[in-house]
């Protein structure tokens, strides 16, 4: 028993090693997963690690395997996503490892891609490879949340898919007192300089951001992942009904480099600016029509590729992400300082103390600076 109590200990430590180069990939790995890998060699030393690359390719497997060499034969090898089983464009990495002479493997969870679906276990099982799955697959898990949304998986096995939604990410900055600005309809920034580069990672590792017209309006933001040395395209979704968004806002400008979806009820009338600015620039319209609706909207973006979404949220927006019980987690920055009035979090003018409703718990608390972060997910 203390054996097998070790090998699980020692699984974990190289799985949370597997987990940690995959955050290093999140957000950068087009359709295809970000995954970790670590290989461990006979003596039981790190002898390589990788992570799938921009583009999603090479996938993580293949870039240890090439680092491991011959230092691969009789090793371990930890990876977050199940091996893929497939011809593509890569020759599939159960094939590879395989071929370089690992003799255990270490799955976090089992790929939902149907060209998988436990083909890769089954393949390095019918080679003689020991195979480990379901290793901390809870905490590979919040590592993929697009991915997973995008292949419908619960970590129990694959479901039917007919009220498949997005992962949503809410985030929320407030005072001390609850107040999001100094006035109703005025913008600003309540946390500081280093959350506001926490919210420009928060930015890089997902499909999209979603805001409001309102906030659109009011903030005129960006809504791009500024960091020094990253260039990456983000996409910026407007939730704009009757499509009152400014030719001249900043979202606008900036659509020739990050990509603007724009949703609206009913389509602009021939004349309107925005047909002559998609023939320049990557605006997208996504007409609802009589599904205006958040949660047909949720899945219509769904269906467009867009797994992971960061909401920006608006009292207003916040308070429909609420009622509908849609976030799968709760960004909460809080400031230390005071406004004392202002528009608050819940669309008052009153100061108040928030926190998401039952079933969100706090899972992670930690402090940027003066300012205090709460994660809160169900």
Not at 13 to 24: E, G, T, V, Y
Not at 290 to 298: D, G, K, P, V
Not at 321 to 334: R, T, W
Not at 349 to 359: D, K
Request: charged share 20%.
């Amino acid at each position: 028993m203390k054996q097998a109590s070790s090998l699980d200990a020692i699984d974990a430590h190289w799985m949370r090693c597997a987990i940690a180069l995959s955050n290093k990939a999140q957000g950068l790995t087009s359709e295809n997963p970000n995954v970790g890998c670590v290989i461990i060699d006979a003596d039981g030393n790190l002898c390589a690690s990788g992570n799938t690359q921009a583009g999603g390719r090479p996938h993580a497997e293949q870039v240890a395997l090439e680092k491991a060499g011959t230092n691969a034969n009789q090793a371990t090898l930890y990876v977050t996503l199940e091996p893929c089983s497939h011809f593509g464009k890569t020759m599939p990495c159960s094939i590879a490892i395989i071929e370089a002479g690992i003799k255990r493997v270490v799955v976090g969870i089992i790929d939902p891609d149907t060209r998988v679906n436990g083909q890769g276990i089954e393949q390095l099982r019918q080679a003689g490879i020991c195979v480990e799955i379901n290793v901390l697959g809870r905490e590979v898990a919040d590592t993929i949340p697009s991915f997973l949304a995008r292949k419908k998986l619960t970590l129990d096995g694959l479901e039917p898919a007919l009220n498949a939604m997005p992962y949503i990410t809410v985030k929320i900055a407030h005072s001390l007192d609850g107040f999001v600005s100094k006035a109703r309809g005025k913008g600003g920034q309540i946390s500081n300089q280093v959350s506001s580069a926490y919210v420009h990672d928060l930015r890089s590792r997902v499909d999209a951001v979603l805001i409001s017209q309102k906030t659109a309006l009011v903030d005129n933001p960006r809504l791009t992942a500024r960091i020094e040395g990253f260039k990456h395209p983000t996409t910026r979704i407007v939730l704009d009904r009757d499509f009152e968004l400014l030719e001249k806002s900043l979202l606008v400008q900036t659509s020739d480099i990050h990509p603007l979806i724009i949703v609206c009820q009913n389509k602009p009338d021939p004349t309107h600016w925005v047909y002559q600015r998609q023939k320049k620039d990557n605006i997208q319209l996504v007409i609802m029509n009589e599904n205006y609706r958040l949660e047909s909207i949720l899945k219509a973006l769904l269906q467009q590729g867009q797994g992971h979404l960061l909401v920006e949220a608006g009292p207003r927006l916040l308070e429909a992400v609420l009622s509908a019980k849609l976030a799968d987690e709760f960004i909460q920055i809080i400031s230390p300082l005071k406004m004392e009035i202002g528009l608050s979090i819940v669309n008052t003018e009153q100061s108040v103390v928030f926190s998401p409703p039952p079933p969100y718990v706090v899972s992670k608390q930690f402090n940027l600076a003066e300012d205090s972060v709460k994660i809160w997910k169900k």
